[in-house]
């Protein structure tokens, strides 16, 4: 079973997972399961705001995408051996 986890972004839009999304000074914050972390990415709005969205969100809004939350690419898994 999988369970979400937390995600979050600081000021300067750094990505941020699991206890480090916790931290107070993030600005935004979302959760979200382990296999959805390839297709979120951190973006500033036109007004300098901090969002957690995917790309094609960013891309619709007119959003710069700032980084990519790191992901696994599921070689360690277990339905993989």
């Known amino acids: 079973m999988s369970w979400k986890m937390?995600?979050?972004a600081t000021s300067e839009g750094m990505p941020l997972i699991g206890?480090?999304?916790c931290r107070r000074d993030t600005v935004a914050r979302d959760y979200v399961y382990p296999s959805q972390f390839a297709f979120r990415v951190t973006a500033r709005d036109g007004d300098g705001q901090v969002h957690i969205c995917t790309r094609t969100?960013?891309?619709l809004m007119g959003w710069e995408v700032l980084y990519a939350f790191p992901c696994s690419d599921g070689s360690r898994s277990v339905r993989r051996r």
């Open 57 to 59: 969100t960013a891309a």
């Open 19 to 21: 206890a480090d999304a």
């Open 6 to 8: 937390a995600i979050a």
